[in-house]
């Protein structure tokens, strides 16, 4: 409190006593002396007062105009990262979805294709079943190996060696591709 007295002091104010009526004339804040000594218990508490008003009063706009634009920058990116969230949500609800479908699809050409190509005894009918069901499930490697085995014994080298290939290059661990397609290899 003392350094906000000794601060306040250097300023001179007019002063008006609203019980009175009455101009004190210039002074410091209408208290007298303005040195800390001199003033009453009663009036450092006033000049307390006027003076935190005053200190109050010239830095709080600045305070709070600090304080908003930080607020608003603040808000602007989270505003930003909501966003980006969103868009993150949307792309993985995407893929969930594409995903889901893939399934389906895969489930169908399992059901309606490659199951009747196993057990028919029907090559070529076996290979245009597998055909249609990798339309539908493009990325299964025993369908292609399956499919593969069934271009093979029909004797077509050229296609049945695409269809191991595309079972290596889903699964290049796959050591039954990798002994059938060295075979057709040969075989040309």
Known sequence: ???????????????????????GGEGHAGLGDPSPVSLSRKGRGKFAVV?????????????????LEKQAEQIKQQKEEIARQRKEIGALEAGQK???????????A???????????????QAIALYREG???CPDDEIAHYELGKAL?????????EKEFEAALKINPGFID???HLES?????
Do not use: H
Not at 1 to 23: A, R
Not at 99 to 106: A, I, L, S, T, V
Not at 152 to 160: F, T, V
């Open 51 to 67: 003076g935190t008003l005053l200190v109050a009063a010239t830095t709080l706009p600045a305070c709070n105009s600090e304080i």
């Open 1 to 23: 409190m003392d350094t906000q007295v000794k601060f306040l002091t250097t300023f001179k104010l007019k002063t008006f006593s609203p019980l009175t009526g009455e101009d």
């Open 98 to 108: 594409a995903q889901e479908q893939k399934q389906r699809d895969c489930s169908r």
């Open 152 to 160: 093979a014994d029909r004797g077509r080298y050229p296609e049945a």
């Open 184 to 188: 057709v290899r040969k075989s040309r």
């Open 134 to 136: 990798l339309v539908l």
């Open 177 to 179: 591709a990798k002994r």
């Open 110 to 124: 399992f059901r309606d294709y490659f199951d009747k190509a196993q057990t028919t005894g029907d090559r070529e």
